[in-house]
């Protein structure tokens, strides 16, 4: 179907001046000034703690929605909420709230979590302005922030002749560096929390289905594989930027439970996208070219490929020339791939920025002509080995731009030295949107209001799903 034509809308680089300051001091926050703020999940760690406060420090009222106790140790700040009802109950409860307590904008983490899911119907049904973080779409430097939804569900246009012109000079980046270990931390922290308070929270059920018993386990055995493979990805790594540079393929696996690709991939699980990958690359690639698969960082403890890539590679007569890579350089890899190939993972944003072609087997924000190659499923993954095409730079340059711009927030969940600058951005960005949208946000810190919870009957059940827990443990 031919591309309709649309004005390209420019990119102003809009509250440039933030910057995430450093281990001692941060720049002064102008934070906005929303009205009621509710938060539901925020990523494993203290992320959501600190913005809870610090948005209460620039005059909002914040209610702080709690579903297990993992939530709780971490979202210390504003009206500590406990929801213990069951998920049926969860959608007629937070309306009710939202009725009750008229919150001016919702924030959460992730889209697809069936809290979440609810949450965004709600909101969509009450008109509430609501807002889903997201890791970062450009890693390891930024955090993603959306209106409505994140990933497939972005706001961002699918229609290449929408992206403009950039205006202004761009903002100050922070360098954040790896966030492996302050991941791994936060995560291991999270599920012991949340297996000890499961007495407490009898009918929460993550919307990830894993022991809870063996997670942190799983986080362990994370690092060891990371660790065991380091000197073999190595070697391997240099061997294939000094000889095979541009003669390579990469195939980026995602976490297996990852709800985007759950959701929005098409119906490609990791298992399928590599045993199809394999005998594809076997029956169609040109000769002297290597198949790199590379794990997930956060998906090496929970998963191993390692005997299904050896069964699969002997049978189709490739094993020599099929690689599994716990660890390696992504940025490096790409720069000297041949292509990449994905269900919908953000390193393809990598893979643009270094001019490696991508081919996408499900939905994404990033599913535009230009940026990924035509095709759909097996049929265009056959053709992307034997010409996987170029992106088009300058359509990626405006495309990287509006995310910085519109969708990305420089620093990281996991570095608590970034949190006041970051915060200070997002709350920037809300106000900004409200003063957009017709609605009235200062900018500017005052002290907030003396509050007195009242919990009213409308949203009260026959079990204790609301508390008054203020404040931190």
């Given at each position: 179907?031919?591309?309709?034509?649309?004005?390209?809308?420019?990119?102003?680089?809009?509250?440039?001046?933030?910057?995430?300051?450093?281990?001692?001091?941060?720049?002064?926050?102008?934070?906005?000034?929303?009205?009621?703020?509710?938060?539901?999940?925020?990523?494993?760690?203290?992320?959501?703690?600190?913005?809870?406060?610090?948005?209460?420090?620039?005059?909002?009222?914040?209610?702080?929605?709690?579903?297990?106790?993992?939530?709780?140790?971490?979202?210390?700040?504003?009206?500590?909420?406990?929801?213990?009802?069951?998920?049926?109950?969860?959608?007629?409860?937070?309306?009710?709230?939202?009725?009750?307590?008229?919150?001016?904008?919702?924030?959460?983490?992730?889209?697809?979590?069936?809290?979440?899911?609810?949450?965004?119907?709600?909101?969509?049904?009450?008109?509430?302005?609501?807002?889903?973080?997201?890791?970062?779409?450009?890693?390891?430097?930024?955090?993603?922030?959306?209106?409505?939804?994140?990933?497939?569900?972005?706001?961002?246009?699918?229609?290449?002749?929408?992206?403009?012109?950039?205006?202004?000079?761009?903002?100050?980046?922070?360098?954040?560096?790896?966030?492996?270990?302050?991941?791994?931390?936060?995560?291991?922290?999270?599920?012991?929390?949340?297996?000890?308070?499961?007495?407490?929270?009898?009918?929460?059920?993550?919307?990830?289905?894993?022991?809870?018993?063996?997670?942190?386990?799983?986080?362990?055995?994370?690092?060891?594989?990371?660790?065991?493979?380091?000197?073999?990805?190595?070697?391997?790594?240099?061997?294939?930027?000094?000889?095979?540079?541009?003669?390579?393929?990469?195939?980026?696996?995602?976490?297996?439970?990852?709800?985007?690709?759950?959701?929005?991939?098409?119906?490609?699980?990791?298992?399928?996208?590599?045993?199809?990958?394999?005998?594809?690359?076997?029956?169609?690639?040109?000769?002297?070219?290597?198949?790199?698969l590379r794990s997930h960082p956060y998906d090496r403890g929970h998963r191993s490929y390692d005997a299904l890539?050896?069964?699969?590679?002997?049978?189709?007569?490739?094993?020599?020339?099929?690689?599994?890579?716990?660890?390696?350089?992504?940025?490096?890899?790409?720069?000297?791939?041949?292509?990449?190939?994905?269900?919908?993972?953000?390193?393809?944003?990598?893979?643009?920025?270094?001019?490696?072609?991508?081919?996408?087997?499900?939905?994404?924000?990033?599913?535009?002509?230009?940026?990924?190659?035509?095709?759909?499923?097996?049929?265009?993954?056959?053709?992307?080995?034997?010409?996987?095409?170029?992106?088009?730079?300058?359509?990626?340059?405006?495309?990287?731009?509006?995310?910085?711009?519109?969708?990305?927030?420089?620093?990281?969940?996991?570095?608590?030295?970034?949190?006041?600058?970051?915060i200070d951005a997002v709350l920037c960005r809300l106000a900004s949107d409200a003063v957009g949208a017709g609605?009235?946000?200062?900018?500017?810190?005052?002290?907030?209001?003396?509050?007195?919870?009242?919990?009213?009957?409308?949203?009260?059940?026959?079990?204790?799903?609301?508390?008054?827990?203020?404040?931190?443990?």
């Open positions: 179907m031919p591309l309709q034509s649309v004005r390209p809308e420019p990119v102003r680089h809009e509250c440039a001046r933030r910057d995430l300051g450093n281990d001692v001091g941060m720049t002064q926050s102008r934070s906005g000034v929303l009205g009621t703020v509710l938060l539901l999940q925020g990523p494993v760690g203290g992320f959501f703690g600190a913005l809870a406060r610090q948005a209460e420090t620039a005059g909002n009222t914040v209610i702080n929605v709690h579903f297990n106790l993992a939530d709780r140790l971490s979202k210390s700040g504003g009206e500590m909420i406990a929801y213990t009802g069951t998920e049926g109950e969860w959608e007629r409860w937070l309306e009710a709230l939202c009725q009750d307590r008229k919150p001016d904008v919702v924030l959460m983490f992730g889209d697809r979590r069936p809290v979440h899911v609810a949450a965004c119907q709600v909101a969509d049904r009450l008109g509430i302005p609501l807002y889903s973080f997201e890791e970062g779409y450009l890693r390891p430097d930024f955090v993603t922030l959306e209106r409505g939804g994140n990933n497939a569900r972005s706001p961002l246009p699918r229609n290449p002749l929408a992206y403009g012109p950039i205006f202004g000079p761009e903002p100050k980046v922070i360098r954040v560096g790896s966030t492996f270990w302050g991941m791994t931390l936060a995560a291991c922290a999270y599920f012991i929390a949340l297996a000890a308070g499961k007495r407490l929270y009898p009918h929460y059920r993550h919307h990830r289905i894993r022991p809870l018993g063996s997670e942190a386990g799983n986080w362990l055995r994370n690092v060891a594989r990371k660790l065991g493979a380091h000197n073999r990805d190595t070697r391997l790594q240099e061997w294939l930027v000094a000889e095979r540079s541009k003669a390579f393929f990469v195939v980026a696996l995602q976490v297996h439970d990852d709800l985007q690709a759950v959701h929005h991939g098409a119906g490609w699980t990791q298992e399928r996208l590599v045993e199809n990958a394999i005998l594809s690359f076997a029956a169609h690639a040109p000769p002297g070219t290597e198949l790199v890539v050896a069964k699969v590679a002997g049978a189709a007569g490739v094993a020599e020339r099929v690689h599994l890579m716990q660890s390696g350089h992504g940025p490096t890899l790409l720069m000297h791939a041949r292509g990449l190939v994905t269900v919908n993972s953000t390193m393809a944003l990598s893979a643009m920025y270094h001019g490696c072609p991508v081919y996408a087997l499900g939905d994404s924000f990033y599913r535009i002509p230009g940026l990924i190659a035509a095709g759909e499923g097996e049929t265009g993954m056959a053709a992307f080995w034997r010409e996987p095409g170029e992106i088009d730079a300058n359509l990626y340059q405006a495309f990287a731009a509006r995310l910085r711009s519109q969708v990305l927030i420089n620093g990281s969940f996991y570095r608590r030295r970034h949190w006041a600058g970051m609605q009235p946000a200062a900018l500017e810190a005052v002290v907030p209001p003396a509050r007195v919870t009242v919990m009213p009957a409308a949203y009260a059940s026959s079990e204790p799903v609301l508390q008054d827990e203020r404040r931190a443990c």
